[in-house]
C-alpha cells in the first residue's frame, strides 16, 4: 500500500498543508518541535483511528481552530481510497471513506496500516504491563478490525461490573456482617459477561503472539548475530489450555470464584485480560532485568520488524512503516539491517533532527523534507 497524499487542516501546529509521497522513503527533516511527529501522528490516526500521545481529540486541533481535518489518498493493490478524519474541539469525530461518511469508526479501520516505531518503544520492555498490552491489541484491531469492538466490549463490562463491586464493599464496609445478597443476582450477570468477552479477547491475543514470536525470534537472532534466543509469551491472566470459547469461558468463571472475597474486599475486579502479561525472555531470562539499553534496542527493533512482517503476511500488502527520531540512535549493523528488511518494498516515514548520521544508502533513494513550523518544504542537499 502506498500513502500517495496527505493534506492537514488545522491540525496540531499545520493551518493548511498538503503532502505529496513521491517516493517509497521520505525523510523529514528539522529542528525539534516543528511538527515532524506531528504528521507521523496523522499518520498513525488515519491507520488506527488512535493516537499514542493523546486520547483527548481537542489535543489534535489547532489552538486557533474549532475543527481539524486529515485527508489521505492511499493506493492498495486492487484500488485507490480517499480518507478523511474530522476532529473537533467538542464533540464526536466524522470518519469518511471515498467521501462517504461512516456510521461505525470500524469500516475505516483496515484501509491503511501502518507500523509506528518511536523512542517511547524502548518502553515496550521496561513500562509497565498495559504498554505491552496496549502494542498487542494495536496491532490486534490491524489486524482484525472487528477486535476494537470487542475490546471496547470488554472494558464496559468491566467498567460496570467495577462499579457494582465497588456498592459492594460499600455495603460491607457500613456493615462487615450485611448481607449482599440482593446484589448476587446481578453480579452473576456480569460474571458470565466478563467471561463471554475476557474469552474474546484472550484467545485473540494468545493467537496474535503464538504467530508474532517465531518472526520476532528469527529477527532478534539476525540482529544479535545468533547469540541470543527470543521468546515473545502470552501470559494471561485466566490461564487455559484449549481454544474453544465454551472452555476458556468455564476458566474465567472458576478463578471468579476462587477470587470473589478478594474481589469484594477490593470492590473491583481482579480477574480478566486486564491484567494479562506479555514477556519477553532472552536467554530464558526476562529482558526487563536484563539486557544493557543496547540489547532492548535490538528487542524492540526484532518486534518491530516481525509487526510488520506479520502485518504484511496477514493483510496481502506490505503496511506502511513509520521511524519517529529512532534511526539516528541505531548503530551503523542495526541500521543497515533496517534497510535490508524495508527493501523496496515498505513505504516509510521517517524523522530526523539530524540527517548526517545515517548511512547514505537511506539517503540516496530518499524524498526529503524540510519541516519548519508548521510548513513542509522540498530540501536539496
Ligand atoms: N493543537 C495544537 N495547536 C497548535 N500547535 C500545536 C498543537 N499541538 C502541538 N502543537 C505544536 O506542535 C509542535 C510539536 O511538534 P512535533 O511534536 O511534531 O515536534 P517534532 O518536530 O517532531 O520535534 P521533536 O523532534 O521534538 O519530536 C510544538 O510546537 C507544539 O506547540
Same mark, same amino acid.
Given at each position: 500500500m502506498y500513502l500517495k497524499k496527505l493534506h492537514l487542516r488545522s491540525f496540531r501546529n499545520y493551518v493548511d498543508r498538503q503532502v505529496e509521497f513521491t517516493a517509497k522513503k521520505t525523510i523529514l527533516v528539522g +529542528? %525539534? =518541535?516543528?511538527g515532524k511527529s506531528n504528521l507521523l501522528e496523522a499518520v498513525e490516526l488515519l491507520a488506527t483511528l488512535k493516537s499514542h500521545r493523546t486520547s *483527548?481529540? *481537542?489535543? !489534535?486541533? !489547532?489552538? #486557533? =481552530? #474549532?475543527a481539524s481535518q486529515i485527508e489521505a489518498i492511499v493506493e492498495r493493490t486492487h484500488s485507490t481510497n480517499e480518507l478523511s478524519i474530522i476532529f473537533r474541539k467538542q464533540g464526536r469525530r466524522t470518519v469518511a471513506v471515498n467521501r462517504e461518511n461512516l456510521r *461505525?469508526? !470500524?469500516?475505516? !479501520? &483496515?484501509v491503511l496500516n501502518a507500523v509506528q516505531f518511536s523512542s517511547l518503544d524502548l518502553d515496550l520492555v521496561r513500562g509497565a504491563p498495559e504498554t505491552r498490552r496496549n502494542w498487542l491489541d494495536g496491532l490486534l484491531i490491524q489486524l482484525e478490525p472487528v477486535y476494537s469492538n470487542i475490546l471496547q466490549q470488554y472494558n464496559q463490562v468491566l467498567r460496570q461490573r467495577n462499579a457494582l463491586l465497588k456498592k459492594i464493599r460499600a455495603v460491607r464496609q457500613d456493615?462487615? %456482617? &450485611?448481607?449482599?445478597d440482593s446484589f448476587e443476582p446481578q453480579l452473576r450477570l456480569w460474571d458470565e459477561q466478563l467471561a463471554a468477552a475476557g474469552s474474546r479477547v484472550t484467545r485473540r491475543r494468545a493467537r496474535v503472539v503464538a504467530r508474532l514470536d517465531p518472526i520476532a525470534r528469527r529477527w532478534h537472532q539476525k540482529i544479535s548475530g545468533e547469540t541470543e534466543l527470543l521468546e515473545v509469551k502470552y501470559l494471561p491472566n485466566v490461564e487455559w489450555t484449549e481454544d474453544e470459547p465454551s472452555k476458556v469461558q468455564r476458566a474465567f468463571l472458576t478463578r471468579i470464584e476462587e477470587r470473589r472475597i478478594a474481589e469484594q474486599y477490593q470492590g473491583?475486579?481482579?480477574? &480478566?485480560?486486564?491484567r494479562d502479561e506479555l514477556e519477553f525472555a532472552i536467554n530464558e531470562t526476562p529482558a526487563r532485568h536484563y539486557g544493557s539499553q543496547g540489547q532492548q534496542r535490538t528487542l524492540v527493533l526484532a518486534l518491530k520488524l516481525a509487526e510488520l512482517k506479520l502485518i504484511e503476511e496477514v493483510i496481502g500488502e506490505p503496511p506502511l512503516l513509520l521511524l519517529d527520531d529512532v534511526l539516528a540512535e541505531l548503530d551503523p549493523n542495526r541500521q543497515k539491517q533496517l534497510l535490508e528488511v524495508i527493501g523496496d518494498r515498505f513505504q516509510t516515514i521517517i524523522t530526523t533532527t539530524?540527517? +548526517?548520521?545515517? %548511512?547514505?544508502n537511506w539517503i540516496k533513494d530518499s524524498q526529503i523534507l524540510k519541516v519548519q513550523a508548521g510548513t513542509i518544504i522540498t530540501a536539496f542537499l
Open positions: +529542528n %525539534n =518541535a516543528q *483527548r481529540d *481537542r489535543e !489534535l486541533v !489547532l489552538d #486557533t =481552530a #474549532t *461505525r469508526q !470500524l469500516d475505516f !479501520l &483496515g456493615d462487615p %456482617n &450485611g448481607s449482599i473491583k475486579t481482579v480477574v &480478566g485480560t486486564h539530524h540527517i +548526517n548520521s545515517f %548511512n547514505q
